[in-house]
């Protein structure tokens, strides 16, 4: 799944909630429905503030009870994998975990479903 060119996307609304793990941290969630667009970043590590891709993921509020109701994901890598899956026709009781693989820029996101659970 290609990513549009950053130019042909509108800027996505704040408030922004940035999905940021340590390495080996994990978040699970659903995703309700999801926007792809763009936002400014300043990277922590000091390199100049730039335009980057966003996914941003709405999510129910029983698995984000604070407000704002959605992760911002600005990882290329994790944004191409989220996409692969939201637009192949999953069911919208899916439940995703996203791992972060690794530390700093360099890092990625491992991206599984979660099996639902036998009653």
């Known amino acids: 799944m290609p990513l549009l060119p950053i130019e042909q996307l509108t800027t996505l609304p704040e408030p922004y909630e940035?999905?940021?793990?340590?390495?080996g941290q994990a978040r699970q969630f659903h995703v309700l429905r999801h926007e792809l667009g763009k936002t400014r970043i300043v990277p922590r590590d000091?390199?100049?503030?730039k335009e980057v891709q966003v996914l941003r993921l709405h999510?129910?509020?029983?698995?984000?009870?604070?407000?704002?109701h959605w992760w911002?994901?600005?990882?290329k890598r994790g944004i191409v994998g989220?996409?692969?899956f939201l637009e192949s026709g999953v069911p919208k009781d899916t439940l995703?975990?996203?791992t972060k693989v690794g530390?700093?820029?360099?890092?990625?996101y491992q991206i599984d479903v979660v099996p639902a659970a036998r009653p």
């Open 72 to 75: 911002d994901l600005t990882s």
């Open 59 to 68: 999510v129910p509020i029983s698995d984000k009870p604070l407000a704002p």
């Open 46 to 49: 000091g390199r100049e503030p």
């Open 96 to 98: 995703f975990r996203l």
């Open 103 to 108: 530390t700093g820029p360099a890092g990625a």
């Open 18 to 23: 940035i999905i940021d793990l340590y390495a």
């Open 82 to 84: 989220m996409l692969g």
